[in-house]
């Protein structure tokens, strides 16, 4: 069993930058994927990047490739959301989540989620 607890959301201007974290507890911490996904109001839950358990980053959407970037402290059984040049439309519910399995970042199965941070980016 892995509990998620993500951290570090808020309230940013257009253009500032945030850093999401979420630790976990339990075992094996290293042997997971780590993704961070999204979920904006009446929007479907985005997929915005995966970090694998070596903590070689497998996968960032492309509405987020050059200003997010995911990393991994597994000493600290911790993963890293660092979120900059933000725009309104980054403004969403984050989670993060647990998983292993697929070939590539799409097919990575998740088995624990966190409760979500909201960050909001205003214009």
């Known amino acids: 069993q892995v509990q998620l607890a993500e951290s570090g959301g808020g309230l940013v201007q257009t253009g500032g930058s945030l850093r999401l974290s979420c630790t976990a507890s339990?075992?094996?911490?290293?042997?997971?994927?780590m993704g961070w996904f999204r979920q904006a109001p009446g929007k479907d839950r985005e997929l915005v990047g995966v970090?694998?358990?070596?903590?070689?980053?497998?996968y960032s959407a492309d509405s987020v490739k050059g200003r997010f970037t995911i990393s991994r402290d597994n000493a600290k059984n911790t993963v890293y959301l660092q979120m900059t040049s933000l725009k309104p439309e980054d403004t969403a519910v984050y989670y993060c989540?647990?998983?292993?399995?697929?070939?590539?970042?799409?097919?990575?199965?998740?088995?624990?989620w966190g409760q979500g941070t909201q960050v909001t980016v205003s214009s």
């Open positions: 970090v694998r358990g070596t903590g070689r980053t497998t």
């Open positions: 339990g075992r094996a911490f290293s042997s997971y994927a």
């Open positions: 989540a647990a998983g292993n399995g697929g070939d590539s970042a799409a097919d990575v199965t998740y088995y624990y």
